[in-house]
């Protein structure tokens, strides 16, 4: 069984750092990439950053690039999300997802290919 458990969120204030982590089980990690995907209240779910399991490749969206960092720990088939210098605009659930390259995050986000999702974790941002 393929499971994702994502732990880390909270709320912070504008200015400070969380990590996410999402330990992942159940499929071959090398084979999958693993991306962080953000969803706030009323808008679309959009992809923030993602890394290759395989070769370590990483994308990130423009709105975190210089703040957030992605990693991979692929002994213990686990990718933490380091996020710095937060804005009330990071604010929403997010959710790691494991899902066939290559690092596309708008095929994954449409549904276009393979993905499995964790059940998301709370990041607030106040002001």
């Known amino acids: 069984e393929v499971q994702l458990v994502e732990s880390g969120g909270g709320l912070v204030q504008a200015g400070g750092s969380l990590r996410l982590s999402c330990a992942a089980s159940g499929f071959t990690f090398d084979d999958y990439a693993i991306g962080w995907f953000r969803q706030a209240p009323g808008k679309e779910r959009e992809g923030v950053s993602c890394?290759?399991?395989?070769?370590?490749?990483?994308y990130y969206a423009d709105s975190v690039k210089g703040r957030f960092t992605i990693s991979s720990d692929n002994a213990k088939n686990t990718v933490y999300l380091q996020m710095n210098s937060l804005k009330p605009g990071d604010t929403g659930v997010y959710y790691c997802a494991a899902f066939t390259p290559p690092l596309n995050v708008w095929a994954v986000v449409a549904g276009r290919v393979e993905c499995y999702w964790g059940q998301g974790t709370q990041v607030t941002v106040s002001s």
């Open positions: 890394i290759s399991s395989s070769d370590g490749s990483t």
